[in-house]
């Protein structure tokens, strides 16, 4: 065969070859700047959940704080066996019994690790809080189904409903405040007892929700970290 016949058979071969490897370089540089791209979506939707979680653990740990200041305020008044007024008696009761839920907020997270990308994160720290922040939610949220037994245990109680003016039910089940006895207050055992325990009941409450917040806060700062990257 002719020598210029082979150059340009080696030629063309080097163009076929190049032309190849262009080909599968263009399209690992798309997928890899798809999947930066899907990453970063991901890290920006994670960042406003948790920013919303934020906003809820921080509107959880002010009722709570409310509730357990309540509940010593009331205490105080019994035990000293002063004249409350009912407004406030009322509030307070309120703020002791009730208690801001606070609901988390996964759907980003699922969504990360549905998408197989949450290998893709550089960030090993972020993945280590997150994974732990999902798994353990519920454990650290058994203060609050401790709150709820409590209020199923003492709505059912015909001594704390009266005192508390709640025998009364309205809509959806909730308790309407009637007329409050609280002059008798002092005097029953059961229901300066059942302050106390709702009291330590919101305690647990907001040690949680300190918790949650923290864990939160931390999270938050990792994610505009990575995503300040």
């Known amino acids: 065969m002719d020598r210029p016949v082979l150059i340009r058979m080696f030629s063309e071969g080097l163009l076929i070859v190049a032309s190849i490897l262009l080909a599968l370089s263009a399209d690992a540089w798309m997928d890899s ?9 991901h890290v920006a939707a994670l960042g ?27 205490s105080i008044f019994m035990q000293e066996g002063s004249e409350i007024d009912s407004e406030l008696a009322r509030e307070l009761l309120w703020h002791l019994v009730f208690y801001e839920v606070f609901t988390a907020s996964p759907g980003a ?41 409590t209020q199923i245990a003492f709505f059912s109680s015909n001594t704390f409903s009266q005192l508390a003016g709640w025998h009364r039910m309205g809509q959806a089940g909730i308790p309407v405040a ?16 059942a302050v106390g325990i709702y009291t330590v009941r919101q305690a647990d409450v907001l040690e949680d929700y300190k918790y949650l917040k923290n864990r939160i806060q931390s999270i938050v700062a990792i994610i505009a970290s990575e995503a300040s990257n």
Do not use: H
């Open 33 to 41: 700047r798809n999947q930066t791209a899907q990453l970063e979506s």
């Open 178 to 193: 009637g007329d409050f006895p609280v002059d008798q207050w002092s005097g029953s055992d059961e229901f300066m007892s």
């Open 48 to 74: 406003r959940d948790f920013d919303t979680m934020l906003e809820r653990v921080n509107a959880s740990n002010n009722a709570a704080d409310r509730g357990v200041d309540a509940g010593r305020q009331l």
């Open 109 to 149: 997270y699922q969504a990360l690790v549905a998408s197989g990308n949450l290998e893709l994160l550089q960030n090993d720290r972020l993945k280590i809080e997150l994974a732990d922040f999902f798994g353990s939610f519920e454990d650290v949220r058994a203060s609050e189904k401790l709150l709820l037994e």
